[in-house]
């Protein structure tokens, strides 16, 4: 498999260099050059395979023989060890639940095969290689845990200091092995601007061999293209005859361009559905063709709470081929729709009323999109991302339903586990004296 940068097409790498590396030097983002469909017989088998093997099929087919097959096999099989069920609300809408992994968000999908590819490039190296990662919650609990105990790999996440919530908190801090937890006295502003300096420091990286864990590498990507073939396989085997399409809660659009992936190997999707809160730059660009990113806004869904998405840059580098205005193409596949916090919280109390469901707040801007793209097209069968269990946003979803909501035992057992982090200031140099002093 051959990457291209979004910024210069002429620039190929090795998958091994991209997703070691992150990004180009060019600041572009990598993407695939070769994004062929999959074979009928792919699909003609889907109804019969599991998860597992779609997943397996899916990635050997993008990225080629990068890997022995073998090793890819097993790789895959190790990430994705958990359940992905579609849960019929009624006969045009369901949920995929993509929270059953670790850290009960999506996020798992590609932190876990992420964390296995890289230990897997990382086989052949003497020396440890050392991600940095700053995190304002969700994502470091998905990299710690998907990293955990991965060979050859230390992870360092650097987070501000009372600003996770208290489960995030202990995601982050009570793994222990390859998981250090930096407490930084800042906000995530500062974390990222200490992650952004340690890697232009030339004499830190003659030292270490850094990399980063972030949401815009590929091999974040690429596994969250697999669970649109699972969910169109279990709606196959429920008997849905009607065009398919699918609700993306989004925030930088990682999972919605995963979406148009799957689109381009064969998977035949009607719509992809971009759904925002407040912070609506792409459903705006959609209707307008201008995009104006924003400083975000703080709302229930704030994993979604994005100003400038960053898989904008890959969105439109998708939809440039064509002859015409990009605004125009893209807008054939993808349809936005953005809802305020009121509308949220009433949508979490209606899915609750109406279908005995409890879904959270992200999966409720989802469920609004999907409600009103289906009143212009309602020959079609709606699957909404539901990214996270409710649990995770648990103050608020009780609150807006006013009862107690159960939260799953892995979740639950951490609060009474003893945390464990290192206090640092803002100070870049502070971070070098830890970092050179500390022994991997
Ligand atoms: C990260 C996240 C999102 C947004 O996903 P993108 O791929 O960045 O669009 C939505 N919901 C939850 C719960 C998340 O953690």
């Known amino acids: 498999m051959q990457l291209y940068s979004t910024k210069n097409k002429k620039n190929l790498v090795s998958l091994k260099k991209a997703v070691m590396k992150g990004l180009p030097d060019d600041n572009g983002l990598f993407m695939p050059e070769n994004i062929r469909p999959l074979p009928d017989h792919f699909f003609e088998e889907l109804s019969n395979m599991s998860f597992v093997e779609i997943a397996q099929a899916v990635v050997s087919h993008l990225i080629g023989d990068d890997i ?6 097993k790789l895959v099989a190790e990430a994705f060890n958990f359940p992905v069920p579609l849960v019929q609300l009624d006969d045009k809408t369901s949920v995929l639940e993509l929270f059953h992994g670790p850290s009960l968000a999506f996020k798992d ?5 992420m964390a296995r590819l890289m230990g897997y490039f990382n086989q052949a190296e003497k020396d440890q290689l050392i ?8 994502t470091g609990g998905a990299v710690a845990s998907g990293f955990y105990q991965t060979p050859g790999i230390e992870v360092v996440i650097l987070y501000p200091s009372g600003k996770v919530s208290p489960l995030q908190e202990k995601q982050l801090t009570t793994l222990g092995h390859n998981i250090t937890a930096l407490e930084v006295d800042g906000t995530f502003d500062d974390c990222q601007a200490i992650v952004k300096q340690a890697f232009l420091d030339k004499e830190l990286n003659q030292q270490l061999r850094l990399s980063s864990a972030n949401s815009i590498n590929i091999a974040r990507l690429i596994p969250q293209s697999l669970y649109y073939f699972e969910a169109f396989k279990q709606l196959q085997i429920a008997g849905n005859t ?22 381009k ?8 559905i971009a759904a925002t809160n407040s912070n609506d730059i792409v459903p705006k660009y959609l209707k307008t063709g201008q995009y104006e990113p924003k400083v975000s806004v703080r709302t229930i869904s704030n994993a979604m709470d994005v100003g400038n998405p960053s898989n904008f840059a890959r969105l439109k580098d998708l939809y440039k081929k064509e002859q015409c205005n990009t605004c125009d193409m893209m807008g054939k596949d993808i349809k936005g729709y953005a809802f305020d916090d009121t509308q949220t919280r009433k949508a979490v109390k209606e899915v609750d009323s109406k279908f005995k469901y409890i879904i959270d707040p992200h999966g409720a801007v989802g469920y609004l999109a999907l409600k009103e793209y289906q009143e212009e097209y309602p020959e079609t069968t709606g699957v909404i991302l539901e990214t996270a269990h409710p649990s995770k946003f648990i103050e608020d979803v009780e609150d807006i339903l006013d009862k107690k909501i159960e939260v799953p035992i892995r979740l639950a057992k951490l609060a009474n586990e003893p945390k464990s982090s290192i206090k640092l200031s803002t100070s870049y140099s502070d971070f070098k004296d830890w970092i050179e002093g500390f022994s991997f």
């Open 131 to 138: 991600i940095l990662v700053a995190t304002s919650g969700d």
């Open 68 to 73: 022995p097959s073998q090793a890819l096999n």
């Open 109 to 113: 999908f590609g932190a876990r095969f």
């Open 265 to 272: 190997m064969g998977l035949p999707i009607e719509h992809m």
């Open 242 to 263: 009607l065009p398919v399409v699918f609700s993306v809660p989004s925030g930088n659009f990682g999972n919605l361009t995963a979406g148009i992936l799957a689109k």
